[in-house]
């Protein structure tokens, strides 16, 4: 079972990218991407694009969101949203999960907490990931969602 009590270290990731390169000279640079759902309603379902830069590869380490049901929050009182989501990846047309997974099982709510992939996730340059949010809050609750795809980015060059 993998440990994931903590972030991966740079030298980690650094690893992991090298085995995809191949000992190739990279750059990596922490990255993100943000994608927002607004006006998620009861049983409703929602589909976006997320774009990869073309110039770069993504590893994908984390999936953090935040929910609003318009109400103030305060980090005590942040909102569990009812939703569930799945990400599938248009260039290899691969899902990352056999089924949409509720955002409390797969992505972080809250700055303290630390909701690391088991393991990195590899996205191609040049590609967009689709992303399907389901809400099945039990009561009529509209959702504004924000979800943040973190990782890092990596670029070969010549030495």
Same mark, same amino acid.
């Given at each position: ?5 903590? /972030? ?17 000279? #990279? ?15 009861? /049983? ?9 830069? !073309? /110039?770069?590869? =993504?590893?994908? *380490? ?30 290899? +047309?691969?899902?990352?999960?056999? !089924? !949409?997974?509720?955002?409390? +099982?797969?992505?972080? +709510?809250?700055? +303290?907490? *630390?909701?690391? #992939? ?15 949010? *389901? ?12 979800? =943040? =795809? ?10």
């Amino acid at each position: 079972m993998a440990d994931t009590s903590h /972030n991966y270290t740079p030298l980690e990731l650094q690893a992991f990218a090298q085995q995809i390169y191949q000992g190739r000279p #990279l750059v990596i640079v922490p990255y993100g991407y943000p994608l927002s759902f607004t006006g998620l309603t009861q /049983n409703s379902t929602q589909t976006q694009q997320l774009s990869i830069t !073309a /110039n770069a590869d =993504f590893i994908l *380490t984390e999936i953090k969101y935040h929910a609003n049901i318009g109400t103030a929050q305060t980090i005590s009182n942040k909102t569990a949203a009812f939703v569930r989501m799945l990400v599938t990846d248009s260039g290899t +047309n691969e899902q990352f999960t056999n !089924a !949409a997974v509720d955002l409390e +099982n797969y992505a972080t +709510n809250g700055p +303290n907490l *630390t909701g690391v #992939l088991p393991f990195p996730r590899f996205i191609g340059g040049r590609t967009a990931l689709t992303v399907t949010v *389901t809400s099945y809050a039990p009561t009529a609750e509209t959702y504004a969602l924000e979800l =943040f =795809f973190e990782g890092i980015l990596c670029r070969t060059y010549s030495a």
